[in-house]
Each structure stands twice: as structure tokens, then as C-alpha cells.
């Protein structure tokens, strides 16, 4: 084991990948300079001996044009030939340019051709969310790829998830996109250095709990674990469940999370309208609705275009106080601190939001009277 | 007198935080404008944080090994203008 950042257990991967297999190649922009930082070599300097240019040549490390629906026509193509390619697309909003590849290509190609070629392509993005980098480049688009039947959608929340689901990615015969939130980028933590590969449509039971169950996405799954351990201080035991591949989903795990506390809170970054999240809450509804003690809650980006300003941006997406209310009004607790004064505590998350409980009576009491 | 207050940089679009992995000035040093004050490691580089004005080096606000998001003020200058 040896402790990797989430961008280095990507570039851990790509690189067993490439060693495992020739057939393996990285097309994208910029990467043989290594500006994303998932084709270096050991260490972060781009000139450092032994990045991948050096290992491998330009023949499996090939820099494109900034032209998105060429790369991931051209990776289409590749794919269907014989090569089994990474494509590097840098944002997560810079798929859109190539929509028609995705959805009509990609997506459909094996079944159009009845089978006779496959799709072994792995397309990875990063959303680069929460870092004031305006509306343009800060979209969680996750969403709308899972609406499309075909591709494969995986959202890793830890370096070790990042590292075994990419070379599950490789693997499949099926177009893959990986969909990476940078502000996980910097998280660390204990990984296998040996080759080890994640089955997709298996999640992972973050941290056991009896009270409640949040089912997070992405970068919402650290901070889902950030709210339980706010809560366990207070006596709420939560359970975190982190499904790590969108599609397949691990409709079975999810179930049996949910039933296990009854009180369901979901976080997803994405937007909230046709989300994961609803997605998520839909299945609990059909399926454990004799197992709800309470309504399933979804923390959620507010259907809005991202602020460049970092102030307004960090209060649109889920984080640790927003979940950990929600859980609190899951089983009808009130927050310690919101009991005092001036409640609102942490980084403004809550901000104004919540009342004390003298004005809560306040406003009851208005309300019945009218 | 002024106090300047040292920000993290965002040195590129993909970072998020940082972690200062040496100081390079203990506070009471007289620092110049743009002289290095601390390495810092991030997502992608590591990188020599510079000071933005010439002074005294007066307050540092995060210990070595600790990480911080962009933007937050790891240390203070006090300018003699």
C-alpha cells in the first residue's frame, strides 16, 4: 500500500493499463506535456524522467487538436478497430461539443451493427466545480449521459475507487465515461500499488450506521461522511453508501441501505431537476416505500447557472451542513447550535436559513391564527 | 504601515488547495517583493509561493504540512510605506 492522491492513483491506472495491454492508448489535449497531470512520471514535474511520452511514444500517448467531437470520433473509430483508447477531455463541459459522437455513435454503434464491433473506449473528464472557474466549465453533467442508454457512467469519490474502476473501464467492451470531480483531486489515501480492478455496479458502504442513510455522489460523498461525523457527536448514527458507478447502478445496495435506517437523505453536486439524486429517491419510493419512516430528502444543486464568485458558488453545491440538516429534519431533530441566538455555524452554509426556536413558535403561532 | 495579508494562489483552474510544505521565512525576517517564502504542494505542481510586498514577515498563519484552500491567508507582511 502507499498513500496516492486521487490524480495520482488516475495516472497509477492509466499506467498499469498501458503496461497490461498494447492495445491501450491516451488521446486527448495536452497530453503529452502532461497538463492534466495524469501522464507524468514520478514526480509532478512535466519534464521529470520517465513520463509517459518517454515510456510509451507518440504513438500511444497522441496529443489532438482542440477539436472534441473529432477526439471522440476519432477514439470511436480507434475503438472499434482494435485499440482500446483513454481519451482525456479535460472538462466535463466540453463533452457537449461532441453530443453526436456520444449519443449517436458511441453509444449505439454496437447495436446498430448488430454486434459485429464493440466500443472499448474510456472517455475521462473532470468537473471543475466549486473553483471560480464561471459557468462555462463548472458543470456536474452526469446526469444527462446516464438518460442515454449505451454508456457507461462512473463517478469515483476516493483515490483507491478512482484507481480500480478505471481498469474495470478498460476493460469493458463499452464506451465508459468517467466522470472526476477536481475537487477530490488533492484527497489521499492508502492505495493497492499492485493491480487491482473494481467491478462496476457495486458500491461501497462508506461508513455504517442506524439512524439515517445518506446515499451520496461524487464530491458529495466526503462531505456526506464530514455531516455523519458531525452527527455521531450528537448521538445520530449514520450510514453512508457511495454507489460509485452511476451506470449500472447497484440498485440492490442502494435498496438496502435505505431500508436498513428508513430515513433517507441523497446528495448529488449534479443539478437537481432529472438527477441522480432523483433517480436515486425514485427507486427507494418504488421499492422500500413500506420501509420509510420519513420522505426521502435530496441535497441537490439548485437548477441555476454557477457564479464565477466563489462566495455565491460554495453555497450551491451539497456540503456537510446542508446534509446534516437534512438528516436532522429526517428524524425531526433541531441542530445544537441552531438552538442559540445566532445559530448559523461553520462556513455559512446555513447562513440565515434557519430560525431559532423562538421564532420557529413565533411563526407556527401566526400561521394557525390565520 | 500597511498589513498585507499572503493569499494561497490558484495557480492553475484544476486547483483547490494546498499544502505548504516548508517555510522558507520565520516571522521577524525582512522580506522583498516577489522573494519566496514558502514551497507549497498542490494537486498537480509544486510550486514557491512569493512574497506580494516587501516587509517584515509578521504573522504566519499556517504550520508547515497543513492544507488550506485557495485564497485562504497563510501569512502576514507588514510594508514600512
Given at each position: 500500500m502507499t498513500v496516492m492522491s486521487y490524480l495520482g492513483a488516475i495516472g497509477a491506472a492509466q499506467k498499469e493499463a498501458m503496461l497490461a495491454d498494447d492495445r491501450v492508448v491516451i488521446i486527448g489535449e495536452d497530453v503529452e506535456a502532461n497538463v492534466y497531470g495524469t501522464t507524468g512520471g514520478a514526480g509532478k514535474s512535466r519534464a521529470s524522467e520517465g513520463d509517459f511520452l518517454q515510456q510509451f511514444g507518440r504513438n500511444r500517448i497522441r496529443n489532438t487538436p482542440i477539436s472534441e467531437e473529432v477526439i471522440v470520433g476519432a477514439a470511436v473509430g480507434a475503438a472499434m478497430t482494435g485499440l482500446r483508447p483513454i481519451v482525456d477531455l479535460s472538462y466535463s463541459s466540453f463533452l457537449y461539443m461532441a453530443m453526436d459522437q456520444f449519443v449517436n455513435q458511441a453509444a449505439k454503434n454496437r447495436y446498430m451493427f448488430g454486434g459485429q464491433a464493440s466500443v472499448p473506449v474510456v472517455f475521462r473528464s473532470a468537473m471543475f466545480y466549486g473553483l471560480s472557474t464561471g459557468a462555462h466549465h463548472s458543470?456536474?453533467?452526469?446526469?444527462?449521459?446516464?438518460?442515454?442508454?449505451?454508456?457507461?457512467?462512473?463517478?469515483?469519490?476516493?483515490?483507491?475507487?478512482?484507481?480500480?474502476?478505471?481498469?474495470?473501464?478498460?476493460?469493458?467492451?463499452?464506451?465508459?465515461?468517467?466522470?472526476?470531480?477536481?475537487?477530490?483531486?488533492?484527497?489521499?489515501?492508502?492505495?493497492?500499488?499492485?493491480?487491482?480492478?473494481?467491478?462496476?455496479?457495486?458500491?461501497?458502504?462508506?461508513?455504517?450506521?442506524?439512524?439515517?442513510?445518506?446515499?451520496?455522489?461524487?464530491?458529495?460523498?466526503?462531505?456526506?461522511?464530514?455531516?455523519?461525523?458531525?452527527?455521531?457527536?450528537?448521538?445520530?448514527?449514520?450510514?453512508?453508501?457511495?454507489?460509485?458507478?452511476?451506470?449500472?447502478?447497484?440498485?440492490?445496495?442502494?435498496?438496502?441501505?435505505?431500508?436498513?435506517?428508513?430515513?433517507?437523505?441523497?446528495?448529488?453536486?449534479?443539478?437537481?431537476?432529472?438527477?441522480?439524486?432523483?433517480?436515486?429517491?425514485?427507486?427507494?419510493?418504488?421499492?422500500?416505500?413500506?420501509?420509510?419512516?420519513?420522505?426521502?430528502?435530496?441535497?441537490?444543486?439548485?437548477?441555476?447557472?454557477?457564479?464565477?464568485?466563489?462566495?455565491?458558488?460554495?453555497?450551491?453545491?451539497?456540503?456537510?451542513?446542508?446534509?446534516?440538516?437534512?438528516?436532522?429534519?429526517?428524524?425531526?431533530?433541531?441542530?445544537?447550535?441552531?438552538?442559540?441566538?445566532?445559530?448559523?455555524?461553520?462556513?455559512?452554509?446555513?447562513?440565515?436559513?434557519?430560525?431559532?426556536?423562538?421564532?420557529?413558535?413565533?411563526?407556527?403561532?401566526?400561521?394557525?391564527?390565520? | 504601515m500597511a498589513r498585507v495579508e499572503v493569499l494561497l494562489p490558484q495557480w492553475g483552474m484544476g486547483m483547490s488547495e494546498g499544502t505548504i510544505t516548508s517555510w522558507l521565512k520565520a516571522v521577524g525576517d525582512t522580506v522583498a517583493e516577489d522573494e519566496p517564502l514558502a514551497e507549497v504542494e498542490a494537486e498537480k505542481v509544486e510550486e514557491t509561493l512569493e512574497s506580494p510586498a516587501a516587509g517584515t514577515l509578521v504573522e504566519i498563519l499556517v504550520a508547515e504540512d497543513e492544507t488550506v484552500e485557495v485564497r485562504t491567508p497563510v501569512a502576514v507582511i507588514e510594508t514600512t510605506d
Open positions: 458543470d456536474r453533467p452526469y446526469p444527462m449521459f446516464m438518460n442515454v442508454p449505451g454508456l457507461k457512467i462512473v463517478t469515483p469519490a476516493y483515490p483507491s475507487d478512482a484507481k480500480g474502476l478505471l481498469r474495470t473501464a478498460v476493460d469493458s467492451d463499452d464506451p465508459v465515461l468517467i466522470f472526476e470531480a477536481c475537487v477530490l483531486w488533492g484527497s489521499k489515501e492508502e492505495v493497492d500499488e499492485n493491480e487491482y480492478k473494481i467491478p462496476f455496479g457495486v458500491g461501497r458502504s462508506v461508513r455504517t450506521g442506524t439512524d439515517a442513510t445518506v446515499i451520496a455522489v461524487s464530491g458529495a460523498v466526503p462531505e456526506a461522511v464530514a455531516a455523519a461525523d458531525t452527527l455521531a457527536k450528537e448521538g445520530i448514527s449514520v450510514e453512508v453508501f457511495d454507489p460509485r458507478t452511476l451506470v449500472p447502478l447497484d440498485v440492490e445496495g442502494i435498496l438496502t441501505a435505505a431500508a436498513k435506517t428508513g430515513r433517507v437523505v441523497v446528495a448529488d453536486p449534479a443539478h437537481r431537476t432529472c438527477g441522480a439524486a432523483a433517480e436515486i429517491s425514485a427507486l427507494v419510493s418504488e421499492h422500500v416505500f413500506d420501509s420509510l419512516r420519513a420522505p426521502v430528502r435530496r441535497i441537490t444543486t439548485p437548477d441555476i447557472q454557477i457564479p464565477f464568485s466563489p462566495a455565491l458558488e460554495k453555497q450551491l453545491y451539497p456540503n456537510r451542513i446542508a446534509i446534516a440538516d437534512a438528516v436532522r429534519a429526517s428524524l425531526g431533530v433541531i441542530a445544537p447550535d441552531a438552538a442559540g441566538a445566532n445559530g448559523a455555524a461553520g462556513n455559512g452554509g446555513r447562513g440565515g436559513s434557519v430560525a431559532t426556536p423562538g421564532a420557529d413558535r413565533e411563526e407556527l403561532a401566526t400561521g394557525s391564527a390565520r | -
